[in-house]
């Protein structure tokens, strides 16, 4: 398991990629589906990593507390890395109460979406506003292992104030993880 930082691809205010993926279930989504919402957090993500599993809890904390954003999880490992497959993943959705109306874990079996946006690592999130521009690309919050407490939620403060219509975050605190298995 090689830690890997987060590298910003796209540019603060920059429109993001749009993208057509599956969930587990075989419904597509596209992130001009999500245009009812007034933000969307894209964070890449899966099954197995242990930074992705110490960051589910506020992940779910999120979708619960902000109903207006849509939370979305792509999976790029889904044809990379056993635990992560189009069917685990409804598991992993069950077994960590990440089963709201607002949450939506799709499948990147191309890694085309992960590409586009640059992400580097899992958990690697993506905040972008009601028009798909980039807010604030960074960690969730400040916790990297399970035995750790959390004292500063970041992204919580940072939709927060988006949704407030506030400027974006000058400093961003890089996603750390593990790395996305690129196909060869």
């Excluded at 599956?22 to 919402?37: A, M, R």
């Excluded at 964070?43 to 992705?52: A, G, R, S």
């Excluded at 089963?99 to 993506?126: R, W």
């Amino acid at each position: 398991m090689a830690l890997k930082s987060s590298d910003p691809k796209l540019s603060q205010g920059e429109t993001a990629p749009n993208f057509e993926l599956e969930d587990y279930k075989g419904q597509k989504v596209s992130l001009t589906d999500l245009d009812n919402f007034d933000g969307v957090l894209v964070i890449f993500m899966c099954n197995h990593c242990p930074y992705v599993k110490t960051q589910t809890e506020e992940i779910r904390k999120l979708a619960e507390e902000f109903s207006s954003i849509a939370v979305v999880g792509i999976n790029p490992n889904v044809e990379t890395h056993e635990d992560d497959t189009v069917e685990k993943m409804e598991q992993f959705v069950e077994e960590n109460s990440l089963d709201s109306s607002n949450f939506y874990y799709l499948a990147d079996p191309e890694q085309k979406v992960a590409e586009a946006y640059g992400a580097k690592c899992t958990p690697d999130p993506f905040l972008l506003d009601w028009r798909h521009r980039l807010h604030y690309q960074g960690r969730l919050n400040d916790k990297t292992g399970p035995e750790e407490e959390v004292t500063e939620r970041e992204m919580k403060e940072v939709i927060s104030s988006m949704l407030k219509r506030k400027d974006t975050p000058r400093e961003q605190e890089p996603s750390q993880g593990c790395s996305i298995k690129w196909k060869d």
